[in-house]
């Protein structure tokens, strides 16, 4: 199950911590709190998925889903962290340089 709490509330952004599995009806989950989220006035939003521990590809959908919702409405939306296993998703399939997510090869130091 996919919960998804809005942490903080800013006038230049919303963070919103997201964990569970990013799939199937939890990606449908995200997707309609990004959409209540962004008809309320929240145009920046920050996702923390530091504690999501499976993303497919539904949840890709929802997260490009979402980015262009935010765009569309003059805003956007972020990534601030993400776990392990979802950074590899996000960087395999391109969104994390899209959202903002820093590579794990940024955070490796020689």
Same mark, same amino acid.
Request: glycine share 10%.
């Given at each position: 199950?996919?919960?998804? =709490? ?12 997201v964990?569970?599995?990013?799939a199937?009806?939890g990606s449908?989950r995200?997707?309609?709190?990004l959409?209540?989220?962004?008809d309320?006035g929240h145009r920046?939003v920050?996702?923390?998925?530091t504690?999501?521990t499976?993303c ?11 980015h262009?919702r +935010?765009?569309?409405? +003059? ?21 994390a340089?899209?959202?903002g997510?820093?590579?794990?090869m940024d =955070?490796? =130091?020689?």
């Amino acid at each position: 199950m996919l919960e998804v =709490t809005v942490t903080r509330s800013s006038p230049a952004s919303t963070l919103v911590t997201v964990s569970g599995e990013l799939a199937g009806s939890g990606s449908e989950r995200l997707l309609a709190r990004l959409d209540r989220l962004l008809d309320n006035g929240h145009r920046y939003v920050v996702l923390d998925l530091t504690a999501v521990t499976f993303c497919d590809s539904s949840g890709v959908s929802a997260l490009v889903r979402g980015h262009a919702r +935010a765009s569309a409405a +003059a805003g956007g939306l972020r990534l601030s962290a993400a776990s392990p296993q979802v950074t590899k998703v996000l960087e395999i399939s391109g969104l994390a340089r899209m959202l903002g997510l820093k590579s794990t090869m940024d =955070t490796i =130091t020689p």
